[in-house]
């Protein structure tokens, strides 16, 4: 997929989320160029439907994403992800 369905952005990490939950497709993406391109680095399987991230220090970056698969039943994922400053900014 070159872009999830629902970019983020959250203090500046770079984040995406998304899926369809009839198909049981659905993950958490990142961008390291400022939202032009986008990599899955959480395959769930699941509609991703809400997130909210922490700073743990100026380069780690904790998300947490809560969804649910085609049989309705929840499913919460985590990703630490190290962002370096030229990885932050651009235009959504």
């Known amino acids: 997929m070159a ?6 952005r959250h203090e500046e990490a ?12 659905g993950g958490i ?3 390291k160029d ?3 391109t986008w990599s899955l680095d959480v395959d769930s399987g699941a509609e ?3 997130c909210d991230g922490w700073w743990h220090n ?14 309705l039943t929840g499913r919460i ?3 630490t992800r190290t962002v370096l400053p030229e990885q932050v900014g651009g235009d959504e």
């Open 58 to 71: 100026p380069v780690k970056f904790q998300v947490w994403c809560a969804g649910y698969d085609g049989s």
């Open 3 to 8: 872009d999830p369905p629902d970019p983020l």
């Open 48 to 50: 991703m439907d809400a």
């Open 34 to 36: 400022g939202g032009q």
């Open 14 to 25: 770079r984040l995406g989320r998304g899926g369809n939950v009839y198909s049981g497709g």
């Open 77 to 79: 994922y985590t990703l």
């Open 29 to 31: 993406y990142f961008s």
